[in-house]
């Protein structure tokens, strides 16, 4: 029989919480963010986490952005949530969604139509009160 060789495999960490994740991340960097205070980091990952983004996706987002504002950091969540095949948002595609918008404004009543209904309702109205 051969010789066992050990191999050096990385497994991605389990964070228990926020602080957790936030010194692992830090402690990974070779060159730490001097622009940005860790407060603000911390700040932008809490939001992102009380928003439904679990934790390992605020972490691999981390490692995407050097942009820590809240519209960077979510571009990151989002990129790396459609990379993995995740579904992000409630629009699954455009066309469907431009066809939908035309469709609506086909049903819609003319402006016209709305005019008359208007002046209707304003008649009603008077003769009521």
Known sequence: M?????????RQQVFTDVTQM???WWKSLDKKPISVKPARIRHIVETAHAA????????NALNITWGYTEAAFETALRRNAEES????????DVVKTKQALAL???EALSIEENIRRLKELKKELRSKG
């Open 2 to 10: 051969g010789k066992v060789i050990e191999m050096k495999v990385e």
């Open 104 to 106: 609506n404004k086909k």
């Open 52 to 59: 439904g983004w679990t934790i390992e996706e605020c972490y």
């Open 85 to 92: 095949g995740a579904r992000v948002c409630n629009i699954n």
């Open 22 to 24: 936030l010194n692992a």
